[in-house]
């Protein structure tokens, strides 16, 4: 099926009429001018000649600055770019106003909403908070998981419960240090609602599933070489779906480089070499010998229509390192 | 921000409100209308929003007018009436008449992310919907397009 570009997209509908525009500047001209704006200008008129010279040499500064750019492109899983880009950088770019007093309300009730989820959810437990804001009602969750400090009993659960791809082989002194699961519900398993309260604000929902109604659908594993705090190996793994998978890109910058690479038992695979810092990576994709049907979370309990299942198909495998080259990384998914 | 600058903000974006309208309100001469009038409330707003945050906000002021023009004139538009254009792309056509089709809920997030290039994140925040909200709504967007379009091009 045909994709269309944004520009595409845009042609669907008309470009403003010259007529348009100039309507829209007499709009303009007529706005009634700021107090804020007739102070500056006031203000201005006082400037010193040492302060003229100072804004126009800061000015200039800036302009240069703002003219450097670096190079971004974008590609697809056969290392083709789909889009390439100059992105800007300069001073001017970091430059954030301090927020307003409603913004900071906001912004209070999002963190005491995180904190909520974090402090009051246990990590095998689904958390669902929701408040009001001055942009509408907002919300937040907090999926299940699970935390593992053993190896054993990491690929003992996974085998039992998962179909994601596991790593078969790691380099001489990484060792284990830690893993975490993702966890949702089968299609046709529950949430079972454990509590519902208030807090101020904002209103926090605890839910359980039972074992047997579980699906693993990410892990994320994290190797170190013994001795070494900064050589770590990044291992993790996500069921996605047939979109999600076509339409998975790769950004690279300068001094970044992608290659298409073959990985036994791996439809896709993607070499991505990254310098300064120093930084390889393995992104690979497998197709499912079935699909897996997840129930949509409680966040999505509220739609007005029914929602369907999410169907997982594929999985999409990440492995990265700033010490191990790539043909290393390629090692780690070879087939026993 | 002075008047220069607001309207050198405003016309660098009027392109996409522009067909952030049409695509709500069909008719382009009520799309010229929101446009028009959304500049006054811009103006009076724009002091308070965070640097980089401004084409969102925009956004968000002419989707609201758009709104008080549908209830004020409470008009309903034919889907299939398009404006008079030059040579129009068959295909394009096509393309929007699918877009149409779609319930405005799943069609300006579409629109938003596919047609105007903003972030998950910005068009989240311009319809005033989670984020998790407006992945599900694009999620279904682009199922029903699939489908319709593999429909259209086997009929």
Known sequence: ?336 | MNKIAFEELYMQQLPGLFRLAQSILRQPADAEDAVQQAVLQAWQQIDTIQSGKEKAYLARIVINECHNIQRLRQRTVPVTVFPERIEPETKIMELRDVVERLPEKLRLPFLLVYMEGYSSQEAASVIGITLFALKLRLKRAKKSLRIELREEGES
């Open chain 1, 1 to 336: 099926m045909k994709q269309y570009t944004q520009s595409e997209l845009q042609k669907m509908y008309m470009e403003p009429s010259e007529e348009l525009k100039d309507r829209i500047h007499q709009e303009i001209s007529s706005l009634p001018i700021k107090e804020q704006e007739e102070n500056i200008v006031k203000k201005k008129l006082s400037f010193s000649f040492v302060s003229v010279i100072a804004i126009l040499l800061i000015l200039v500064a800036v302009a240069y600055a703002a003219t450097e750019v670096y190079h971004r492109i974008r590609i697809n899983w056969k290392g083709e770019t789909v889009e390439e880009t100059e992105v800007p950088i300069g001073p001017e770019a970091t430059v954030v106003p301090p927020p307003d007093a409603q913004m900071l309300s906001d912004e209070d009730l999002s963190r005491m909403a995180d904190e909520l989820l974090q402090n009051s959810v246990a990590e095998d437990e689904y958390g669902l908070v929701s408040y009001e804001t001055t942009g509408g009602k907002m919300g937040g969750a907090r999926p299940i998981q699970k935390t593992f400090d053993s190896w054993d009993e990491f690929r003992e659960y996974m085998n039992r419960s998962s179909e994601l791809t596991l790593p078969t082989w790691i380099p001489d002194g990484y060792e284990f240090q830690e893993a975490k699961v993702g966890i949702s519900c089968k299609a046709d398993g529950e949430y079972t609602l454990i509590e519902e309260r208030q807090e101020g604000a904002i209103t926090l929902k605890r839910y359980k599933i039972d074992d047997s109604d579980s699906v693993v659908v990410w892990y994320y594993i994290n190797y170190r070489e013994s001795g070494e705090d900064n050589h770590y190996l990044l291992v993790s793994s996500m069921l996605i779906d047939d979109q999600e998978a076509d339409e998975r890109t790769f950004d690279l910058t300068d001094g970044q480089s992608a290659s298409v690479i073959t990985v036994p038992g791996i439809d896709d695979a993607l070499a991505i070499v990254r310098n300064d810092p120093a930084y390889n990576s393995l992104a690979m994709r497998r197709n499912l010998n079935h699909s897996i049907e997840c129930r949509m979370d409680p966040m999505y309990a509220e739609a007005p229509v029914p929602i369907e299942p999410a169907v997982f198909t594929c999985e999409n495998i990440d492995v990265s390192s700033p010490w191990l080259d790539i043909e290393t990384l390629q090692k780690i998914f070879t087939p026993e």
